[in-house]
């Protein structure tokens, strides 16, 4: 298993397969994926939410086959492996407004990290200044921690309360066949809607980074992290990511680099700076990225089941209150929920801190 704890030769092969991650991330945008969005775990639950009608008002209604490839590809490697237990902990209504949060602040930022990841292999300058966000929010985060904060520890539990993610991925692949889910127009269409990959491209290449993400352990909070201590190892396969979204998009001239004009990106950058730092602190608090818990939830994590659907949750609470950003910008209720949730996530650190100095 290529996890962040091996050494020698295989932290090549942990960083080639992140850069494979990243370049199949570059494919599915030449595909036809929105500019600099071949995966990104917030949007594609949004846009799932959105064909489930699970939202009012305007924004994609489509289902993304990236999410079920994310999940199989992770559960694949899980029965390669011979782990067959469920996951699960506590503190499942914190995890899931933790989630909540980090979604709305995606959304103001236009990205999850992952997609922020993405953004910066195409040229995106304004994913630097999110990134800077990011990292402090990921900063703040592990001071909580070291302060005591926990949102509960993992354990092995009953190979069945692993099943309802891969149960829901599959229901809603049936569902995207019989044509009860709509997936939106092709990357030729030009009535100005979101394009797509082919959806068995979406699908496969998705199944690869599922499985290469499960393998290595890979999470964009956690290479936040080793900005400040640790080994740089999960540090180094973002880098490799970034290498490899680059190398395909210079390939295929989709690379530009500025702030200006570019794909599903505005250039404020005091709110990509706090959006961001919103979800690197919710992130760390609650676990992980979205991405990496849409891929925990494939391997029968049943905690990163909750915090994805608090952050599906955001989604749908964003779009309902005009909170997710345009081109143009962040909006007023954007803005308004950055600071929101930036206040009760760090009030509710401080108050987790303190029940737990108390009970020692």
Request: positive net charge; aromatic residues 8%; hydrophobic residues 55%.
């Amino acid at each position: 298993m290529l996890r962040t704890d091996v050494t020698g030769s295989k932290l090549w092969l942990l960083w080639v397969a992140c850069a494979g991650v990243g370049a199949a991330a570059a494919a599915l945008v030449v595909l036809g994926n929105p500019g600099n969005m071949g995966i990104c775990g917030a949007c594609f639950l949004r846009d799932t939410a959105g064909a489930l009608g699970l939202f009012a008002g305007d924004g994609p209604r489509v289902f993304r086959p990236e999410l079920v490839g994310l999940i199989f590809g992770a559960f694949v490697v899980r029965l390669v492996q011979r782990r067959t237990e469920g996951r699960a902990g506590a503190h499942s209504a914190a995890r899931f407004f933790l989630g909540l949060w980090m979604g709305i602040g995606a959304l103001v930022f236009l990205g999850c990290p992952f997609r922020m990841l993405q953004r910066i292999g195409g040229g995106d300058l304004n994913a630097v200044v999110g990134l800077v966000g990011f990292v402090v929010g990921v900063g703040v985060g592990r001071l909580f921690e070291a302060k005591g904060f926990t949102a509960g520890k993992t354990a092995s539990v009953i190979v069945p309360a692993g099943v309802p993610p891969l149960l829901l991925a599959a229901g809603g692949l049936v569902l995207f066949l019989c044509g009860a889910l709509p997936f939106g127009p092709g990357p030729d269409d030009t009535t100005g809607k979101p394009p797509h990959a082919y959806w068995v491209w979406a699908l496969g290449l998705a199944l690869f980074a599922g499985a290469v993400l499960s393998l290595t352990g890979f999470c964009a909070v956690s290479a936040a992290r080793q900005v400040f201590s640790g080994p740089r190892r999960m540090l180094w396969a973002a880098l490799a990511l970034v290498a490899g979204y680059l190398l395909v998009t210079a390939l295929t001239g989709k690379l530009k680099v500025g702030f200006a004009d570019q794909p599903v990106s505005h250039t404020d950058h005091l709110w990509n700076l706090l959006a961001m730092a919103l979800v690197g602190l919710t992130g760390v608090l609650a676990g992980g990225c979205p991405v990496r818990q849409v891929v925990l939830a494939g391997e029968g994590n049943g905690d990163a089941m909750i915090t994805a659907a608090g952050i599906l949750a955001g989604g749908c609470l964003a779009h309902s209150f005009l909170a997710v950003s345009s081109p143009s910008g962040p909006t007023p209720a954007g803005r308004a929920s950055v600071l929101i949730g930036l206040a009760v996530s760090l009030a509710y650190a401080v108050w987790v801190v303190a029940a737990v100095a108390r009970s020692k």
